[in-house]
């Protein structure tokens, strides 16, 4: 149903503004202190001012969302104070508690204008996350895992996560390449983001690149350099420390100069704080090898130079028993070995004696016998073969019948060896026939 305009009382866009500010002004005559998110902060460094955005979050999702308002001169002396508590200057993504005061305006709206900033706040706050983060790693197993891994004996293959124009990342190079005792170290470079809002995520990315590859490894090295508490607060996260604590090698920290160790460095294998000192402690596990090495090899050799010793006079003993023993048993093999000997000459007698009568008695009248049976064999097969030979003489084939024909003295084998009115010599058994070829006829082959 429509309502006449003349019935209709007609606010414009600029009465309502106007009424809300005064009523805003009238109630809200006090500055309040706000605890919320400083979601962004909207820094302009040409003003000096910033435009933050504050939120409040409920299981993660935003409930609650207000711009804001900090003037330049504000600015510095809050952000001096901040940065002095909590070692490093406002940015986005942390809880803090504000003092400030509600103003609105016809053409930019609803604001709060920040006049104070409570750094102790941002402090409990962050320890507050420190303390359950510990909990809840503790809570799954997680904490202790990362040093219950055996630590290698020369960690040798370094897997190092920093950024490559880091003063620390340089420093621990220098240390570990630059070393008087020439030790060598193999390290390669995973780099990260190493604070700021994507600091948890990039460090767990290369904390997952390198555990594809742990083979190739001995140790993962996290180095970056200083920064207060506040700064270092992405390492307190559970994100982070969780993934340190289940990477498959032992991790060595060196993060800062904070006075107060983060949940990642507490679960680390070994926290060194500075990556100087980083460097010096892995170059200490080599001398340390080195001097148990020169140790062992002292031991040995004084053991070896007593046991040689000890031996020596053993040995010296040895041979002294050695050489008496040893002309008892030669002189007690002589004695045995001469009567072996006699007996030997005794048998052997008494062998060819009992042979000798055996040979004269019994072997002439064998050996004659078996004589006549082998001449009386042996003339049979000679008669057997004289025969075989008698049937296949010249003689006796040619009285069966056969001739043997010869051409220009020698024996003709084939017809084609002949041409008609050559002259050829039969030979038969009781005489000889001189015949002339009159033809040939020749067989094929």
């Not at 940015?91 to 508690?97: A, F, K, S, V």
């Not at 400030?100 to 750094?119: R, Y």
């Not at 621990?172 to 600091?199: C, K, M, V, W």
Request: charged share 20%; net charge neutral.
């Amino acid at each position: 149903m429509s309502v006449s305009t003349e019935k209709k009382h007609i606010y414009t866009l600029l009465q309502l503004a106007e009424n809300i500010r005064q009523t805003l002004q009238r109630t809200y005559t006090a500055q309040y202190w706000i605890k919320a998110e400083l979601h962004k902060l909207n820094y302009y460094s040409r003003s000096g001012h910033c435009y933050p955005e504050f939120t409040e979050k409920n299981h993660g999702k935003i409930v609650a969302e207000m711009r804001g308002m900090i003037w330049k001169d504000a600015y510095l002396e809050i952000n001096r104070r901040f940065e002095q508590v909590t070692g490093e200057t406002l940015r986005d993504g942390i809880n803090i508690l504000m003092l400030v005061s509600v103003q609105f305006h016809p053409v930019n709206g609803l604001k709060l204008v920040v006049e104070d900033i409570d750094p102790q706040y941002t402090l409990g706050d962050l320890a507050r996350q420190r303390a359950e983060c510990i909990e809840r790693l503790k809570n799954e197993g997680l904490y202790d895992l990362n040093k219950s891994l055996p630590f290698p004996v020369l960690p040798k293959r370094l897997a190092i996560i920093s950024v490559e124009t880091s003063k620390g990342y340089h420093d621990l190079l220098s240390i570990i390449d630059g070393n008087e005792q020439g030790y060598r170290f193999q390290h390669t470079l995973f780099p990260a983001f190493l604070q700021g809002e994507q600091a948890v995520s990039s460090i767990t990315a290369q904390l997952k690149a390198i555990a594809q590859h742990a083979d190739k490894y001995d140790l993962i090295l996290l180095i970056r350099g200083g920064g207060g508490d506040a700064g270092l607060s992405a390492y307190d996260q559970y994100e982070l420390a969780s993934a340190v604590a289940q990477a498959p090698l032992p991790v060595l920290t060196g993060i800062g100069h904070a006075s107060n160790q983060t949940v990642t460095e507490l679960v680390a294998a070994r926290n060194l704080i500075t990556p100087s000192e980083t460097g010096y402690f892995l170059i200490q596990q080599f001398q340390q090898i080195e001097l148990q090495i020169d140790e062992w090899t002292s031991r040995m050799k004084q053991q070896s130079e007593t046991l040689l010793g000890l031996q020596g006079g053993h040995l010296l003993e040895l041979t002294r028993r050695f050489q008496v023993s040893g002309a008892q048993a030669v002189y007690k093999s002589q004695q045995t070995l001469q009567h072996m000997l006699h007996a030997l000459a005794l048998q052997t007698n008494q062998i060819l004696q009992r042979h000798h009568q055996q040979l004269y008695d019994v072997w002439p009248d064998r050996l004659q016998r078996y004589t006549e049976h082998l001449i009386t064999q042996h003339s049979h097969q000679l008669n057997q073969q004289e025969e075989k030979v008698n049937l296949l003489s010249p003689e006796a084939t040619l009285k069966r019948g056969y001739s043997i024909t010869y051409h220009n003295g020698k024996v003709l084998t084939s017809s084609r060896h002949t041409t008609p009115g050559d002259s050829v010599l039969v030979q038969l058994y009781d005489g000889q026939l001189i015949t002339v070829i009159q033809n040939t006829i020749h067989h094929a082959s």
